[in-house]
């Protein structure tokens, strides 16, 4: 190997260490897609597969987006594993198809499908990580792209060695496409030309044929100078990012379906620290944030201190984000709205509430306890409001008499002097006899208040358990 091949392995190795990609013994999913870059990066890790005792896969993913040309790419790539003496995987994919299904464009698309499926062999195969043959000219096209598109630091950070998860590594990354070039032709390797990367209709190909030359005549060096200037954005970002996550262990939580942010400590954060609040719980149930925008973000934030105390936001992806009083939730599908059923209770008993949770009436000696309050239970005189009762959810124009107080109440008006979420206003239960609201179960009870009643006409009820999502009350 000449001194080009081995000055070029050797800052590829001090790339390797310094961030730690690879480890003795590992499985590594080599994403290759037969174009020069690919080519460097697989003949690179075949030269450590035995220093470092590593076992190889080649993952190539067949666009089916030029033909024969594709078919060409694939059989190529799958010869020089062949050669390499390392298995081969491929899989076929309609890039059209996915992108019309999906509403992305064909760029994303093509991503979306090739990350996928190196996960699924890495998935399969028990790989440790995915190598991708990013360079750092790649890297100065990403910062430009994502300062045309508009981005924060998080997006100029650009892409780092190791991705968050572990799952990929970038060993090229500090590596320049002329560096590249330069290796190819000295060990006379053989590679694959894309024709689609003369497409001048991608905005990533204008970037590299007509934005970075340009910017040349002004600075020769600007491809190094726009891969520095990502990695000091990326150490910025790390300091940033750990502070954001501190701070959301103090004001939020998640679960699998939800993130739930406490708006009221929130709202008197900066603008900046809410702003990357709300990226983090997309990103919590998301995993990114590919179609969340600034404007996206400035949304979020005028619901929060500028919306109605119960309000939403759909975003891009089926994600809604709700304002409920100073409580904000990040879910991935519009909160339930259904109407549980009715029950009828004609007697004494323990009953399954339609809405989840439990209540027993029973007979009593008609003293009126000191704690009975009207939230989680009370006594009712039979002769005032006789069996059969109905037991259903709030409907608009359900109006309650408050007990010790003239005339009727709405209960939409109790609900918001109690500050009860929307979502669980349904699931509180309402207790009727005949046309009469007499309760609403953890809150208010109407009728006359009652004295001394007599003997088999006083029922005691109580709530045993709380409906799901009402359980606030209690």
């Given at each position: ?65 030029r033909g024969n040309e594709s078919d060409g790419d694939e059989a190529f790539v799958s010869l020089l594993a062949q050669g390499y003496g390392v298995p081969f995987e491929c899989r076929r ?25 190196f996960s699924d062999v890495a998935r399969i195969s028990g790989a440790d990580v995915v190598a ?343």
């Amino acid at each position: 190997m000449d001194q080009t091949n081995t000055s070029l392995f050797r800052k590829i190795d001090r790339t390797v260490q310094a961030h730690g990609l690879l480890s003795p013994g590992q499985t590594v999913v080599v994403a290759v897609s037969g174009g020069v870059d690919s080519i460097v990066l697989l003949d690179y890790l075949v030269s450590r597969r035995t220093s470092l005792g590593l076992s190889l896969i080649v993952a190539h993913l067949n666009h089916s987006l030029r033909g024969n040309e594709s078919d060409g790419d694939e059989a190529f790539v799958s010869l020089l594993a062949q050669g390499y003496g390392v298995p081969f995987e491929c899989r076929r994919e309609d890039i059209v198809a996915r992108a019309a299904r999906t509403g992305l464009s064909l760029e994303e698309a093509g991503r979306e499908a090739r990350y996928a499926f190196f996960s699924d062999v890495a998935r399969i195969s028990g790989a440790d990580v995915v190598a991708i043959a990013h360079h750092l000219d790649d890297q100065a096209e990403t910062v430009l792209l994502r300062l045309i598109r508009g981005s924060g630091t998080t997006g100029l950070a650009g892409m780092s060695h190791r991705s968050a998860d572990g799952r990929y590594i970038r060993p090229l990354l500090d590596v320049e496409r002329s560096e590249i070039e330069r290796f190819v032709t000295s060990r006379k390797l053989g590679f694959r030309t894309d024709s689609s990367n003369s497409d001048s209709s991608f905005l990533r190909n204008r970037v590299r044929l007509e934005l970075l030359p340009l910017l040349t005549e002004y600075n020769p060096a600007i491809a190094r100078r726009l891969a520095e200037t990502a990695g000091i954005m990326a150490a910025d970002e790390a300091i940033l990012s750990a502070a954001i996550a501190k701070r959301w262990q103090e004001v939020g939580s998640s679960s699998d379906h939800e993130a739930v942010l406490d708006g009221e400590a929130v709202s008197k954060d900066s603008q900046g620290e809410r702003l990357r609040l709300y990226r983090y719980a997309i990103e919590l149930l998301v995993g990114n944030l590919r179609r969340i925008s600034y404007r996206h973000l400035q949304g979020i934030d005028r619901l929060l201190l500028q919306g109605p105390p119960n309000g939403s936001l759909n975003l891009p992806g089926g994600l809604v984000v709700t304002r409920c009083y100073r409580v904000l939730t990040f879910s991935l599908q519009p909160l339930a709205r259904d109407v549980p059923g009715e029950l009828r209770i004609m007697a004494e008993g323990v009953y399954d509430l339609p809405s989840g949770g439990r209540v027993a009436v029973e007979c009593c000696d008609g003293q009126v306890a000191a704690s009975e309050d009207g939230r989680l239970e009370l006594i009712v005189n039979l002769a005032e409001l006789p069996f059969p009762w109905l037991v259903r959810s709030f409907l608009p124009g359900d109006r309650l008499e408050p007990r010790g107080m003239k005339g009727r109440k709405k209960v939409k008006d109790i609900f918001i002097d109690a500050k009860v979420p929307r979502p669980a206003r349904q699931r509180i239960p309402l207790f009727f006899s005949g046309a009469r609201l007499f309760w609403v179960a953890g809150l208010r009870k109407g009728g006359s208040v009652p004295q001394h009643i007599p003997e088999r006409l006083a029922v005691r009820v109580r709530l045993l358990e709380f409906p799901p999502d009402a359980a606030m009350l209690a």
